[in-house]
């Protein structure tokens, strides 16, 4: 089975940082575009970044632009995302999400095809 699992979720303070994982079992990731989501309460899901199957590409939204950074290690079948000064308004579900048709970074949610169980971060005063 294709499964994806984020993990690394917490609480932060604002201006605080952490690290999210996005780790792959059942496909080799190096074959997927993979993209980051987000959700908070009473609010759309939200693309905030991808990186393409050779991470040469990435693309994030202006809500987040400067302040996080996505990576991959494809020896480790894992996507990383890296959040810095994070903010009250950052606080959400997050989810990764792989995108098998395509080579390069899409930040809409209908095009993946896997997704994983999310991982809540809350940022507090």
């Known amino acids: 089975q294709l499964q994806l699992v984020e993990s690394g979720g917490g609480l932060v303070q604002r201006g605080g940082s952490l690290r999210l994982s996005c780790a792959a079992s059942g496909f080799t990731l190096d074959s997927y575009v993979i993209g980051w989501f987000r959700q908070a309460p009473g609010k759309e899901r939200e693309g905030i970044s991808c990186i393409s199957s050779s991470g040469g590409t990435t693309e994030y939204s202006d809500s987040v632009k400067g302040r996080f950074t996505i990576s991959r290690d494809n020896a480790k079948n894992t996507v990383f995302l890296q959040m810095n000064s994070l903010k009250l308004e950052d606080t959400a579900v997050y989810y990764c999400?792989?995108?098998?048709?395509?080579?390069?970074?899409?930040?809409?949610?209908?095009?993946?095809?896997?997704w994983g169980q999310g991982t809540q971060v809350t940022v507090s005063s």
């Open positions: 999400a792989a995108a098998p048709k395509f080579k390069i970074c899409v930040l809409e949610a209908e095009e993946h095809d896997y």
